[in-house]
């Protein structure tokens, strides 16, 4: 190192001067540049007055060292950094220069660090912007491989230590000093100075944060007077003024909300808090526009203190701030106002208890409010104002596209609207709670949400209002809501319904939920179905394309949800391309649906499923005839029984042990009956606890219903079996004959027989002689006792009859049925037939009805008027009659004609033998008994 003499003062300004030229005194040579800088800390340690100029000379010391470091860096192939292939090594000098500032800081913080921080975060600006181009220096978007590229030279690492130093030298008294020098810098060289503010910001979070926004504060409030000269009014007298240093401000936060969110979000709301102290100062004033313009430059703050700032606006704080804001001009507060707004829109996190936080203020006050609990009329009104803003400014932002299709141009950016898509199903049911403002303001919400967001949020708010509306006044609101939409995208019921079969498949929803949506639906079907274009018509045709999803809740477990899709069903078109499989699974299901409505003696229900399964049998003919075929079989089915007055089977032996088995295992129920003594061979055995032939004791008699309960269960089911029969009216007859489809009619008396004598085939049509009885005994008693045991049969056999020619069809049950109640009477030895009531009343129903299939003529078909009057051999041979007449004139249906005014198949009797001779008995009978009968002797002439 070159010594400076020790002479006079003159000799020394000599030396000094020298010095400062760069030449050797003693020599005349030049100096290099690191015996030029060792000279240099050796003036600054002898002669600290020369520190300016000293550390001005310093700087190229650094920036030779960092040009060598970056030449070496892009030169080595290997990444290995080697400072000493090109210029001389800087590593002692730079070592030097740390030690003698370190001292001088160590020993006067108060004289030296502030100037020493100033240079070392200056100096570090420029070689970042300086260097910033260079090939191997990363960009300032990548601030942790910038961070590690400097923190690796030795130059600007050491530049970095010098500062670090000086703040802590400083963070006890005054660290303002050292900060604004971080934040001119910042200002200056800002992006490639980040790294340097996000290393020191990380090593003092706490100082930093507090102190940054301490000294940005001061320096917004420098920038003009009062409130509305700030960058946040237009209005303000030096609106064109600039804050250069908020800039910085927002860039260092920015860096520091990654890892230190919390901290920030504390600080914020200290200073927040801060501002509304009993004193008022200028500070004070410009705290909140302060924030309001951090959260505007940086949606990273907005978002870190946006929730928690809401949460702290309690009643008491929303009334100091309109204390301290009430003075400011109009149009100050107006332009506040605005920049709130503008701060919603653009708030992401907390969107929607931002959004309750404003309702929730803005809505009248409550008599019952407590009053601690109250804010002033003006907070009120303030908050109401913000909301409508809102709502047209996000109106503005979503509709303002350039384009009248909504589709065709994808929506800006709307953090606030972004936000509230995870809570639509909120948004809907407050607004169905129908509160004044409240559901007003939600409802045009939801319509912007579902306009920005479209398709998944339109139809989410649509299928929501659908699910928890509940009565037409809250139902209205998806028909207004579907209203807006529909003008601005299509598909949106079919998307509608289509979710709403995902949420059901999915079970998201609860069977409250499931059956209301479901009744939502049906109702609005019915409400507006007029019009291809109006609502109802269309949603019926979206449920169309799901009728099987929806048919598989008629036989879900809980009644309302069945009994609500057989509602959506019986309103809705069904589709004629349904297929096959699909129509027959909802007739299946339809039919089985109307049985356990029947049971439960529901109206609504009944009401329903009829409406329903009449729906579906005229989708097409094979419809129809499943339908009857369904219901026939299930009504005559031993389990149905009871419902029509029947007598139901007691379960079997079999019946008893698989019901038993469903409870125990199969080893116990064996075990149980091995335990008994055998005692084979003996009159007391016994099998399973039964006696052979009778099976096991019923544990209970089944139960009995009234009459008048069984005949409206009867009534149902007939009016719904005429219904799907096609039935028709022709008023020209004074009588108003029921006309009923003969192919309907047909089906069910196929389907009677079948179920009554499944062996037995439709083909046997001929009445054979009375003889031949004796070869169908079992068959005539089993006939008979199915007659006997369900009184329904009788109903089903005169719904045949009136669809000629149908009856024919039945020929082996009337047959079957005629000859057991011959049998009973040729075996009476009652002195009349009102002593077997049944036998009495099968008969008369058994004549009247086959006149009424045209199988009788009239003058045959009416002697059932006079059964009761008559001994039961009279009746006897009255049938005997019958039965040949039939066998002499089979019922066929050849032998039916079609008359086209009246739509009925009617049968000529004078084409067949002459009915006198089937009336010699009866001609018999009524003159025997002249005294009663020959009143009726007119109605049995030919």
């Given at each position: ?21 760069g030449i050797d005194p003693v020599h005349g040579n030049k100096l290099t540049l690191k015996e030029h800088a060792r000279c240099g800390i050796l003036l600054l340690r002898t002669l600290p007055p020369a520190r300016s100029a000293v550390l001005d000379h310093l700087r190229g010391v650094f920036d030779e060292y960092v040009c060598t470091y970056l030449l070496d860096l892009e030169s080595s192939e290997s990444g290995v950094v ?861």
């Amino acid at each position: 190192m070159f010594p400076f003499s020790s002479g006079s003062s003159q000799e020394l300004a000599q030396e000094i001067k020298a010095f400062l030229s760069g030449i050797d005194p003693v020599h005349g040579n030049k100096l290099t540049l690191k015996e030029h800088a060792r000279c240099g800390i050796l003036l600054l340690r002898t002669l600290p007055p020369a520190r300016s100029a000293v550390l001005d000379h310093l700087r190229g010391v650094f920036d030779e060292y960092v040009c060598t470091y970056l030449l070496d860096l892009e030169s080595s192939e290997s990444g290995v950094v080697s400072i000493h292939t090109q210029g001389p090594n800087l590593d002692d000098v730079v070592q030097e220069i740390q030690a003698v500032l370190s001292d001088f800081v160590r020993m006067n913080p108060k004289a030296w660090a502030a100037l020493v921080s100033a240079w070392s975060i200056d100096l570090m600006g420029q070689l970042s912007s300086k260097y910033a181009g260079r090939h191997g220096v990363p960009h300032a978007s990548s601030l942790n491989e910038l961070l590690q590229l400097w923190m690796s030279c030795k130059a600007t690492r050491t530049l970095m230590e010098i500062y670090t130093q000086c703040l802590s030298s400083m963070i006890n008294t005054c660290p303002d000093a050292c900060v604004d020098a971080l934040l001119d810098t910042s200002v200056q060289h800002s992006p490639h100075f980040d790294w340097v503010v996000a290393h020191i910001g990380s090593s003092f979070p706490n100082t930093i944060i507090n102190r940054v926004l301490s000294c940005g504060l001061k320096d917004f409030c420098m920038h003009g007077t009062a409130s509305a000269d700030l960058l946040l009014f237009p209005s303000a007298t030096t609106s064109d003024k600039r804050v250069p240093k908020i800039a910085s401000v927002v860039g260092i936060l920015g860096h520091l909300a990654s890892r230190h969110s919390e901290s920030i979000k504390q600080e914020l709301l200290k200073m927040f808090h801060g501002s509304l102290g009993p004193t008022w100062d200028q500070q004070q004033k410009a705290t909140v526009p302060f924030l309001l313009q951090l959260a505007i430059m940086s949606p990273t703050l907005l978002g870190t203190i946006s929730v928690e700032l809401v949460d702290s606006l309690k009643p008491a704080i929303l009334n100091q701030l309109h204390q301290h804001f009430v003075l400011l001009p109009r149009e100050d507060l107006e332009n506040m106002v605005s920049i709130v707004v503008h701060l919603i829109c653009q708030t992401s996190e907390g969107a929607y208890r931002t959004l309750q936080f404003l309702i929730n203020t803005a809505m009248p006050a409550s008599v019952i409010t407590t009053p601690c609990l109250a804010v002033h009329d003006s907070v009120r009104e303030a908050c109401d104002r913000i909301i409508q803003l809102l709502l047209l400014n996000l109106q503005k932002l979503v509709y303002n596209r350039g384009s009248a299709n909504l589709a065709e141009v994808p929506p800006r950016a709307v953090p606030f609207l972004d936000e509230l898509k995870g809570h639509v199903q909120e948004l809907c049911t407050e607004t169905l709670r129908l509160e004044r403002k409240r559901f007003l303001w939600q409802h045009q919400l939801l319509v912007l949400l579902s306009v920005h967001c479209t398709p998944s949020c339109a139809s989410e708010a649509l299928f929501y209002l659908l699910t928890l509306a509940k009565g037409q006044e809250e139902l209205s609101l998806a028909t207004q809501l579907y209203a807006v939409l529909s003008s601005c995208m299509s598909d949106l019921l079919p998307a509608t319904v289509k979710k709403s079969v995902c949420q059901i498949h999915a079970v998201g929803l609860s069977e409250q939920n499931t059956a209301q949506l479901l009744q939502n639906m049906a109702m609005i079907i019915q409400w507006e179905g007029e019009g291809p274009t109006s609502m109802g018509y269309q949603l019926g045709q979206a449920v169309s394309f799901h009728v099987y999803d929806f048919g598989q809740l008629l036989l879900h477990h809980n009644p309302a949800v069945a009994q609500a899709a057989s509602l959506l069903l019986s309103v809705c078109p069904i589709p004629k391309a349904i297929r096959p499989a699909h129509l027959l699974f909802l007739i299946r299901s339809a039919v089985h649906h109307f049985f356990l409505v029947l049971h439960s003696q529901s109206p609504t229900g009944i009401s329903y499923a009829s409406r329903l399964l009449c729906c579906l049998s005229g989708a097409s003919l094979m419809a129809s005839k499943a339908i009857l075929q369904y219901l026939v079989e299930g009504a005559l089915h031993p389990s149905k029984a009871e419902l029509f007055g029947g007598v139901s089977e007691p379960p079997s032996v079999a019946n008893d042990l698989f019901l038993e088995g469903a409870k125990l295992s199969l080893l116990d129920i064996n075990r149980r009956f091995m335990t008994a003594v055998n005692f084979s061979g003996s009159v007391w055995s016994v099998f399973h606890a039964g006696v052979i032939g009778r099976g096991l004791k019923p544990p209970h008699a089944p139960h009995q219903r009234e009459p008048e309960e069984i005949s409206h269960i009867i009534q149902n089911f007939l009016t719904l079996l005429l219904q799907c029969c096609g039935v028709g009216r022709y008023g020209q007859e004074p009588s108003q004959h029921v006309v009923v489809n003969p192919e309907a009619a047909k089906t069910v008396a196929v389907v009677l027989v079948e179920t009554v004598c499944p062996d037995v085939t439709n083909s046997e049509l001929a009445w054979p002689p009375e003889d031949h009885t004796r070869n169908t005994v079992e068959r005539d008693i089993q006939i008979g006792r199915a007659f006997r045991d369900n009184p329904l049969l009788f109903q089903l056999l005169h719904l045949v009859a009136v669809g000629r020619p149908a009856l024919c069809y039945c020929s082996v049950l009337l047959r079957g049925l005629m000859a057991t109640l011959m049998a009973h009477w040729e075996a009476s030895r009652e002195n009349d037939t009102t002593s077997s009531p049944w036998h009495l009343q099968a008969s008369c129903d058994l004549v009247a009805c086959m006149g009424e299939g045209h199988l009788l003529p009239a003058v045959l078909s009416n002697m059932h008027e006079i059964f009761d009057q008559l001994a039961p051999f009279e009746v006897h041979l009255l049938l005997l009659s019958v039965w040949d007449y039939m066998h002499d004139n089979s019922p066929l249906p050849q032998k039916f004609s079609f008359n086209a005014s009246t739509g009925r198949f009617f049968r000529d009797f004078s084409r067949d033998a002459d009915a006198g001779k089937y009336l010699c008995v009866l001609h018999s009978v009524l003159h025997k008994n002249i005294d009663r009968l020959g009143l009726l002797s007119g109605r049995f002439h030919t």
